[in-house]
């Protein structure tokens, strides 16, 4: 069994990404963040993350989410943490039970296009993707939606 506290951990990156984007080349059209090196993390949750749609224009609004990327993140945990709870507990037409691997998203890319930015997720364990966007109204960031793919 896995350790179940650190994937419904609403803070489970904790300051990690604000220091990977502080030491990020933030000079390219595609701004990579790698955990920093003094990182203990399972890969799966966090072996880089891409950024698109940085510029001039959005830098403040860029700060601004990425220096509370994990209380956008929570949102997301809690997303997939209440999908886990309403789900079945037994899903037939695979034969087994529900596990929260199954439920389990890491952040994986990011994308400004104007004021909104897309949250890119993906399954540790199982091929599905999701999508979170939230919309900057030039004081706060606001969730409009969180599907998935």
């Known amino acids: 069994m896995m350790n179940e506290n650190l994937y419904t951990d609403k803070n489970r990156y904790k300051d990690i990404i604000v220091k990977a984007w502080n030491n990020a080349d933030k000079s390219q059209k595609t701004i990579s963040?790698?955990?920093?090196?003094?990182?203990?993390l399972p890969k799966y949750l966090f072996d880089g993350i891409e950024?698109?749609?940085?510029?001039?224009k959005n830098k403040k609004a860029v700060d601004s989410f990425m220096k509370n990327i994990h209380s956008y993140d929570g949102m997301i945990v809690a997303f997939l943490i209440?999908?886990?709870?309403?789900?079945?507990?037994f899903y037939h037409a695979i034969n087994r039970p529900k596990v929260i691997e199954d439920y389990i998203q890491c952040l994986s890319w990011l994308e400004f296009d104007g004021n909104t930015?897309?949250?890119?997720y993906c399954g540790a364990f199982v091929n599905m993707e999701l999508r979170a966007v939230f919309e900057y109204d030039g004081t706060a960031?606001?969730?409009?939606?969180?599907?998935?793919?």
Do not use: C, F, H, R
């Not at 950024?51 to 001039?56: C, L």
């Open 117 to 120: 930015v897309t949250m890119g």
């Open 33 to 40: 963040l790698i955990p920093p090196e003094d990182v203990i």
């Open 51 to 56: 950024i698109y749609g940085v510029t001039d």
């Open 82 to 89: 209440e999908n886990y709870e309403k789900a079945p507990s």
């Open 141 to 149: 960031w606001q969730n409009k939606e969180i599907y998935y793919q």
